[in-house]
């Protein structure tokens, strides 16, 4: 059984921070890879970020390259996602995922948060 349970998000202006926390209730979290990505209304779910259980190695989408940060705290069995230089069109739901493998998680082949929202206004 997987939970996953974001929370963080809200609104901002552009070129402001959030930090988004993503609580899981797996067991073995550690050997879990968790990602982030988002939806906004009338698009696809996008990838945004993600890191391996293994070596703690981190990818991220083209878009969010420099702004965003991703991390783990296996003691915690939580995920963050560091939001800075916010801009509009990162307005979306948020969603936490957690998959056996990256290339699960780059795959969406994952379990999934409930999501969070977060606006950016202009």
């Known amino acids: 059984q997987v939970q996953l349970v974001e929370s963080g998000g809200g609104l901002v202006q552009a070129g402001g921070s959030l930090r988004l926390s993503c609580a899981a209730s797996?067991?073995?979290?550690?050997?879990?890879?968790m990602g982030w990505f988002r939806q906004a209304p009338g698009k696809e779910r996008e990838f945004v970020a993600a890191?391996?259980?293994?070596?703690?190695?981190?990818y991220y989408a083209e878009s969010v390259k420099g702004r965003f940060t991703i991390s783990r705290d296996n003691a915690k069995n939580t995920v963050y996602l560091q939001m800075d230089n916010l801009k509009p069109e990162d307005t979306a739901v948020y969603y936490c995922?957690?998959?056996?493998?990256?290339?699960?998680?780059?795959?969406?082949?994952?379990?999934w948060g409930q999501g969070t929202q977060v606006t950016v206004s202009s």
């Open positions: 995922a957690a998959g056996s493998n990256i290339d699960s998680v780059r795959d969406a082949d994952v379990y």
């Open positions: 797996i067991r073995t979290f550690s050997r879990y890879a």
């Open positions: 890191i391996t259980w293994s070596s703690g190695r981190t």
